[in-house]
């Protein structure tokens, strides 16, 4: 590293500074490593050594950390992670009580990235919400656990989650069972960030007095859904029909999350996506909100983010 000039940012709790730097400095070493800085941690203040440009790509970082463990929100080295490459992409997420899923005695859920910030926010001003983009840009485990949120805290009276029945590469008819069981597998994304939000015992419980449905698509067909948070996941599977039906269950105090990724839809070939067709008919609709993930949100293996780039840069030949 060309050595530079030094900035030194001062902090008022000694202790969030050492807690910031992280297991043997190993978030000052990522910090290092990915801004080509030099740091160090001495008492109350850190200190940081690089180009300008560096320097201040480092301390977004550093003090997005202090402020984030200030407010008792999680930090943990995933997170450090993901502000690095937000970062470096121009998809930071800044502190945001607003974008923050509070959690009953657990921290709260704290966007990864700028776009997951927006997601959030989207969900809290909207009734109706799409998410949409590549896998791994945490747009099911938001939709869920915004929603187990809400029923945890009394908002709404049901979660309801549902899946079309069309997965990739897959025939749900030579599973064993019947079409819950044969979907249940499908559906585990969803039940991990309704354990992660309210504990296993505490779903289990809410399943058995209704309070939690999780569900093939076509299991809302001649329903009206009335103060709950619904989440469709997958939609990109749904077709035309089926994702109008979805929609117009909406019934009072009821609002949805709409997740996936319209550039792959496992429907039989020539067959319009439901996801695709809605996004180009309902924008502009007040109340209606879209926010798009792109690469750069992934939360993954840094490794997924450059896979999605590679086929994202085939695609568009």
Excluded at 203 to 225: D, N, Q, S, W
């Amino acid at each position: 590293m060309a050595r530079g000039k030094t900035e030194v940012i001062e902090f008022d709790n000694v202790d969030l500074v050492r807690e910031l730097t992280g297991p043997g400095h190993v978030n000052l070493a990522l910090i290092e490593q990915a801004f080509d800085v030099y740091l160090e941690a001495p008492g109350s203040s850190v200190v940081i050594n690089g180009n300008a440009k560096a320097r201040a790509r480092a301390a977004g970082v550093v003090k997005e950390i202090y402020e984030r463990l200030e407010n008792g929100w999680p930090c943990a080295r995933s997170d450090v992670e993901a502000l690095i490459m937000g970062q470096g992409e121009g998809n930071f997420a800044k502190s945001d009580i607003a974008q923050v899923i509070p959690v009953p005695r657990r921290k709260p859920i704290v966007p990864k990235t700028k776009h997951q910030g927006d997601f959030i926010t989207a969900m809290r001003d909207n009734t109706i919400t799409f998410g949409v983009g590549p896998a791994g840009t945490g747009k099911t485990f938001l939709a869920t656990a915004y929603g187990a949120s809400l029923l945890a805290r009394g908002e709404v009276g049901k979660f309801i989650a549902c899946r079309p029945a069309v997965e990739a590469g897959e025939k749900l008819g030579f599973l064993p069972g019947d079409l819950m069981e044969k979907i249940d597998p499908y559906l585990q994304p969803i039940y991990d960030a309704l354990h992660m939000v309210l504990g296993g015992d505490e779903v289990e419980r809410r399943k058995a007095a209704g309070e939690i449905e999780v569900a093939p698509l076509a299991f809302m067909r001649g329903r009206t859904l009335s103060n709950a948070f619904v989440v469709i996941d997958e939609a990109q599977n749904a077709t035309v029909a089926q994702m109008k039906m979805a929609l117009t269950r909406l019934g009072e105090d009821a609002a949805y999350a709409v997740t996936g990724d319209p550039s792959q839809s496992d429907l039989p070939r020539g067959q319009k996506s439901g996801l695709s067709h809605a996004l180009s008919i309902l924008g502009g609709i007040d109340d209606i909100s879209m926010v798009e993930f792109d690469a750069g949100d992934v939360v993954r293996h840094p490794l997924v983010g450059k896979i999605v780039k590679a086929y994202d840069k085939d695609s568009s030949k």
